[in-house]
């Protein structure tokens, strides 16, 4: 079968049309509002993996410390000091940033199997930390009674989720954009280069661990605002946002859609937590195991997830 080659005009189309597609839900879907809200929070998740997995290479398994560190964040600054919204995304993205920042001095300078180990122990560490600060956090029963002021002084959050769709899409395609337009720089392009051949950038001057670095603290940083998002969205925040598992699951999400893809994580999130919900109201019982086999099936049949698959049928470039 001969590619579709589609020129940047159609691709500026398609990806408007994603997210008019994406926003068209809250008409469309007005009874899945709370899991489309989800979808977009864990599909923002995804891509700040991403940035440090599939742009910078670095490999990690703990990405889950900075997105429960956001929650955390955002949430005790909720309940105990201060209640709108923003603020506390800003509140959640410094503190997640700095984190990452200070861990990137570990994780950067070693090897990938040491990498996978220091994020794995830091984010096991600090799920025991919350779980010992339970007189704070609340351990294992989840940090409650957190109360979210309207955004922007107008729209309270309701039962029906409309509002916690709203914002959450407003935030995650501003966060999305901003990546992008990272990704896009000589910054992103940077670490494109030492992702392909890092003995190759440092013979050329290229500040290698520094640009690393500042990677992962912004993954970091975008991760925690994604944990913020979930946070104030179901105004609740579980231990198992900074769980071991947590990692997993949005590692799963990336490999799905495709690593190093502007939307790998975007579309992986939808399509995984589709089939999660779908399995799930199928079979309550075994839903695990409907879920193991389409996993399994789409990494054997789609080599670089499901963006990868489409790659081999679309090109970019100029369409003739």
């Given at each position: 079968?001969?590619?579709v080659?589609m ?7 398609a990806?408007?049309a994603?997210?008019l597609a994406?926003?068209s839900?809250?008409?469309?879907l ?6 489309m ?11 700040s ?13 703990g ?7 956001g929650?955390?964040a ?5 309940k ?8 506390g ?9 700095l ?5 990137s ?7 990938d199997?040491?990498r ?8 096991v560490?600090l ?5 010992r ?25 309701d039962?029906y ?27 992103g392009?940077?670490l494109?280069?030492i ?5 190759r950038m ?6 290698v661990e520094a640009?690393l670095r500042?990677a992962?603290?912004?993954?970091a940083?975008v991760?925690?605002?994604?944990g ?8 609740f925040?579980?231990i198992?946002?900074?769980g071991f ?5 949005v590692?799963?999400?990336?490999v799905l859609?495709?690593?190093g893809?502007l939307y ?8 995984y ?5 779908w ?6 019982q ?6 193991g ?12 997830g499901?963006?990868?698959?489409l790659?081999r ?8």
């Amino acid at each position: 079968m001969k590619p579709v080659t589609m020129s940047p005009t159609h691709l500026r189309i398609a990806e408007i049309a994603f997210w008019l597609a994406l926003a068209s839900s809250f008409f469309l879907l007005p009874d899945k509002l709370t899991l489309m809200s989800q979808i977009m929070i864990f599909g923002l998740f995804a891509v700040s993996l991403d940035m440090a997995l599939g742009y910078a290479g670095i490999l990690t398994v703990g990405h889950a410390a900075f997105f429960g560190a956001g929650a955390y964040a955002a949430g005790l600054l909720a309940k105990y000091g201060w209640s709108e919204p923003f603020t506390g995304l800003l509140f959640a993205l410094v503190v997640s940033g700095l984190l990452g920042y200070a861990l990137s001095y570990l994780v950067v300078r070693g090897a990938d199997l040491t990498r996978l180990m220091i994020t794995i122990g830091v984010c096991v560490l600090l799920y025991e930390l919350v779980n010992r600060l339970s007189g704070l956090t609340g351990g294992t029963d989840g940090l409650q009674g957190v109360v979210i002021a309207p955004v922007l002084g107008l729209f309270d959050f309701d039962l029906y989720g409309k509002t916690a769709f709203g914002y959450a899409f407003g935030v995650v395609l501003a966060m999305f954009l901003l990546v992008r337009l990272v990704l896009r720089s000589p910054f992103g392009l940077a670490l494109r280069g030492i992702h392909d051949s890092r003995k190759r950038m440092t013979a050329i001057g290229s500040p290698v661990e520094a640009r690393l670095r500042m990677a992962y603290a912004f993954s970091a940083a975008v991760a925690g605002v994604a944990g913020a998002l979930l946070a104030q969205t179901t105004q609740f925040v579980g231990i198992e946002s900074i769980g071991f598992n947590r990692s997993a699951e949005v590692l799963i999400i990336l490999v799905l859609g495709g690593t190093g893809r502007l939307y790998g994580g975007m579309i992986g999130a939808i399509v995984y937590m589709l089939v999660h919900d779908w399995f799930a109201d199928m079979n309550p019982q075994y839903w695990m195991f409907w879920l193991g086999i389409f996993l399994i099936a789409a990494v054997m049949l789609g080599r670089g997830g499901i963006m990868g698959a489409l790659s081999r049928f679309v090109r970019t470039g100029k369409a003739r």
